[in-house]
């Protein structure tokens, strides 16, 4: 009788312990919305590590000993490629050297935009819809210079989900199915959110703004808005006289009702540019600098984006 009660209480114990036993694979993500996505996919199995955490712009990226230590950890490193995410690009190659480098640039079905500037802002977006055209088969090969931004356009991020549970499926066939059903079910949630996105933007698609650097198109593109410029083309360099005045002259000739700046960068050069103007400026952030990381980051980060947008233009 003994016997047959430690046997019954065992199995319960043996099926927890497997069930708590999660993956073997050590998962090491870049940037917050990319793990976010990753996140949302390993729900129940494992937790990945964040690379670029806190207020940190990849502009300004330091690699810290901690970092170098997930790197070598690693056996499988979710970033955005070499061409996306320069300042990762030799740490990863020498410090992950033995982990499986996923770039996510390369997930296929992405839509690309290229990066665009000054005066050759119009021209570039010209040569884009002609590109995009030639290259319909080889959609992630931009010729122009990729705007590394892929991830505040839902489809793509759609895409990149997908992506990443076929790659995680494969290295880990034990937890497949539950990798999989997260999928469906990010998925889903990502489809709603281009949806409800959509309705919101549509109420301020024509209102005029700036923004601090021209990180924003995939969102702007997808969702049809009217960012007429960026107050600087370069992070990271001063904006000369002749640059502010240039931008003061958008501003009275295009009526500009708002212009937006970002956390990681001070908001004193937007401010000096609306300075005597009746310019609102809000607060845009492509990549939740201020955001706790994990699954809803992605989806607070987006609808963030939507929130200031309706603020500062309505």
Same mark, same amino acid.
């Given at each position: 009788?003994?016997?047959?009660?430690? @046997?019954?209480?065992?199995?319960?114990?043996?099926?927890?312990?497997?069930?708590?036993?999660?993956?073997? *694979?050590?998962?090491? &993500?870049?940037?917050?919305?990319?793990?976010?996505?990753?996140?949302?996919?390993?729900?129940?199995?494992?937790?990945?590590?964040?690379?670029?955490?806190?207020?940190? =712009?990849?502009?300004? @990226?330091?690699?810290?000993?901690?970092?170098?230590?997930?790197?070598?950890?690693?056996?499988?490193?979710?970033?955005?490629?070499?061409?996306? !995410?320069? @300042?990762?690009?030799?740490?990863?190659?020498?410090?992950?050297? =033995?982990?499986?480098?996923?770039?996510?640039?390369?997930?296929?079905?992405?839509?690309?935009? %290229?990066? +665009?500037?000054?005066?050759?802002? /119009?021209?570039?977006?010209? !040569?884009?819809?002609?590109?995009?055209?030639?290259?319909?088969?080889?959609?992630?090969?931009? %010729?122009?210079?990729?705007?590394?931004?892929?991830?505040?356009?839902?489809?793509?991020? $759609?895409?990149?989900? /997908?992506?990443?549970?076929?790659?995680?499926?494969?290295?880990?066939?034990?937890?497949?199915?539950?990798?999989?059903?997260?999928? !469906? $079910?990010?998925?889903?949630?990502?489809?709603?959110?281009?949806?409800?996105?959509?309705?919101?933007?549509?109420?301020?698609?024509?209102?005029?703004?700036?923004? #601090?650097?021209?990180?924003? /198109?995939? #969102?702007? $593109?997808?969702?049809?808005?009217?960012?007429?410029?960026? &107050?600087?083309?370069?992070?990271?360099?001063?904006?000369?006289?002749?640059?502010? +005045?240039?931008?003061?002259?958008?501003?009275?000739?295009? $009526?500009?009702?708002?212009?937006?700046? !970002?956390? /990681? @960068?001070?908001?004193?050069?937007?401010?000096?540019?609306?300075?005597?103007?009746?310019?609102?400026?809000?607060?845009?952030? %492509?990549?939740?600098?201020?955001?706790? %990381?994990?699954?809803?980051?992605? #989806?607070?980060?987006?609808?963030? *984006?939507?929130?200031?947008?309706?603020?500062?233009?309505?």
């Amino acid at each position: 009788m003994k016997t047959g009660f430690c @046997f019954i209480l065992i199995l319960p114990l043996l099926w927890l312990t497997e069930a708590m036993a999660g993956s073997d *694979l050590k998962v090491v &993500v870049s940037i917050k919305p990319f793990h976010s996505l990753v996140s949302a996919v390993m729900q129940g199995v494992s937790e990945p590590i964040l690379l670029l955490n806190g207020n940190s =712009s990849p502009h300004s @990226f330091s690699l810290r000993p901690s970092d170098a230590d997930s790197l070598q950890n690693a056996t499988l490193v979710f970033w955005g490629g070499e061409r996306l !995410e320069q @300042f990762l690009a030799k740490p990863i190659h020498s410090l992950a050297a =033995s982990a499986k480098l996923v770039s996510l640039q390369e997930t296929p079905g992405l839509r690309f935009w %290229p990066l +665009r500037s000054g005066k050759n802002r /119009q021209k570039i977006e010209n !040569e884009a819809s002609l590109d995009r055209q030639r290259s319909n088969e080889n959609e992630n090969g931009w %010729p122009l210079g990729v705007d590394p931004h892929i991830w505040l356009d839902p489809l793509n991020a $759609k895409m990149i989900t /997908q992506n990443i549970v076929q790659i995680l499926s494969d290295l880990d066939p034990e937890n497949a199915k539950i990798i999989r059903s997260n999928g !469906e $079910k990010a998925v889903i949630r990502l489809n709603e959110l281009d949806q409800q996105l959509r309705t919101e933007m549509s109420d301020v698609s024509a209102r005029v703004y700036m923004v #601090f650097h021209d990180a924003f /198109q995939y #969102f702007e $593109k997808r969702y049809l808005l009217n960012n007429i410029g960026s &107050v600087t083309h370069r992070v990271g360099h001063a904006s000369s006289v002749r640059r502010l +005045r240039e931008v003061r002259k958008t501003i009275k000739k295009n $009526k500009v009702r708002c212009i937006f700046y !970002e956390p /990681q @960068f001070s908001p004193k050069l937007v401010q000096t540019v609306i300075a005597g103007t009746s310019v609102k400026k809000g607060e845009l952030d %492509p990549l939740g600098a201020g955001l706790v %990381p994990g699954v809803e980051l992605y #989806f607070t980060l987006l609808n963030n *984006l939507s929130r200031s947008l309706r603020t500062c233009l309505s």
